[in-house]
């Protein structure tokens, strides 16, 4: 079986860790697999990446046509020129992971599925929406977008043709021969309502190597991150500490009012980009880790927290959140997207309510505050991670879903 992924990266973003992961999985289960990505940060020969240079045409189209109409990626022409490439030729079938940031054009879907069945795993809701990655409150791609309320959202339009870019990716949906497949049981219900219905859905949650993502001593992981003995630990962690969907405001106002003798008592740790940010906001003693790369430095810093505290506005399989419970840290964040399939309420951690510090500061003082219950949540945690999300599971159930796929082509 050879697969190629089709990313937008390797291994920079959420969703390229993702696709890298079940490509490591992959290999393990003796399956051929390739990525080609947009950007690649790692060098490997199952590594290929799309031409980096827009052509003359391409730069006028965006500068021109596509960028000013507000429709995004329309001007990548070099993305029909995938199939004469042979990492393409030679695969057995295609597995679409993140196809926006800025390195293909979706209209190609149909040519690129035409010969050959494809997987289109979701990452967030881009696929079925007008222009959004996450819509929020708004449920008009159900419908067929237009009057966009979020025209800022990534990735931001400078005119709202979110109505034409839905009957766009609607059309060629209808040319395509498509599997999908969700991560999430919410993301899973959003695309049984969405103009992706049309195809089969599956759900399989993102695998996580449990080897490398397991508890360690938290006393020898606090010594080597500098944390004095007998403080209380949070963690808070994202690619982008002061992306306003991460929560970063909301974790500030949480943290200022918890009690002046438990923030006395309480270090917060914080990896990812613009932790400075960060850090000046929380009114509390922080330690910045920087951006975090490899699976070891992740683990100390989950070790070492009592908690990981993340309160994102919209999500959908959050990895920060899946590399917690396998590492056996509690979690605290909110009840909105796919949360709820890794933070379960006084199993392995508290769900606060969407945008309220006050309940998301109240979890944290009783958790903080129930040292039994949290030493059970450890245990409850690193559990549900081995038996649900390891990613031998991830592999094998794709590897079931490729065979299917390719027997009945």
């Not at 937008?8 to 390229?16: L, V, Y």
């Not at 800025?102 to 010969?115: C, V």
């Not at 790369?293 to 959908?316: C, G, H, M, Q, W």
């Not at 769900?351 to 059970?376: H, M, S, T």
Request: glycine content about 8%.
């Amino acid at each position: 079986m050879n697969v190629l992924h089709i990313n937008q990266s390797d291994i920079s973003g959420g969703a390229a860790i993702a696709g890298y992961r079940l490509h490591q999985g992959l290999l393990a289960q003796g399956v051929d697999s390739h990525l080609l990505v947009g950007n690649a940060q790692s060098n490997s020969d199952r590594i290929t990446t799309t031409p980096a240079k827009k052509t003359y045409i391409e730069r006028q189209l965006y500068l021109r046509l596509t960028k000013p109409l507000g429709l995004n990626y329309l001007h990548f022409l070099n993305t029909f020129n995938i199939p004469k490439n042979s990492v393409y030729k030679n695969a057995d079938i295609i597995n679409f992971h993140n196809l926006h940031t800025g390195y293909f054009n979706y209209l190609a879907i149909s040519s690129l599925t035409k010969d050959k069945p494809a997987v289109f795993t979701l990452h967030d809701m881009w696929s079925f929406t007008g222009h959004c990655t996450y819509s929020y409150d708004c449920d008009r791609w159900k419908t067929g977008c237009g009057k966009c309320p979020y025209p800022d959202v990534y990735p931001k339009i400078e005119k709202d043709n979110t109505r034409l870019e839905w009957r766009l990716k609607n059309w060629i949906y209808s040319q395509s021969n498509l599997t999908v497949a969700t991560p999430s049981r919410w993301l899973y219900e959003q695309a049984k309502q969405s103009i992706l219905n049309r195809f089969p859905i599956h759900h399989i949650p993102y695998g996580i190597d449990t080897q490398a993502y397991q508890p360690l001593d938290p006393e020898q992981c606090r010594a080597h991150l500098g944390i004095p003995r007998g403080k209380k630990v949070l963690m808070f962690g994202a690619d982008s500490l002061t992306e306003r969907r991460k929560g970063g405001d909301l974790l500030a106002q949480a943290l200022q009012n918890l009690p002046g003798g438990l923030k006395a008592e309480t270090v917060l740790l914080i990896f990812g980009n613009s932790g400075a940010a960060i850090a000046q906001t929380v009114g509390m003693a922080t330690i910045d880790l920087g951006y975090l790369t490899s699976d070891e430095s992740k683990t100390i810093a989950y070790s070492a927290a009592d908690l990981f505290v993340f309160p994102t506005r919209a999500d959908n399989l959050p990895l920060t959140l899946q590399e917690s419970i396998a590492c056996g840290t509690p979690m605290i964040s909110c009840k909105i997207g796919g949360v709820p399939d890794l933070v379960r309420p006084g199993i392995t951690g508290y769900l606060a309510k969407p945008e309220n510090a006050q309940d998301l500061c109240d979890g944290i003082v009783y958790l903080l505050e129930e040292q039994n219950l949290r030493e059970q949540m450890r245990h409850n945690c690193r559990a549900i991670a081995l038996s649900e999300y390891p990613l031998e599971l991830q592999a094998k159930r794709y590897l079931e879903l490729y065979n299917q796929l390719v027997k009945n082509t």
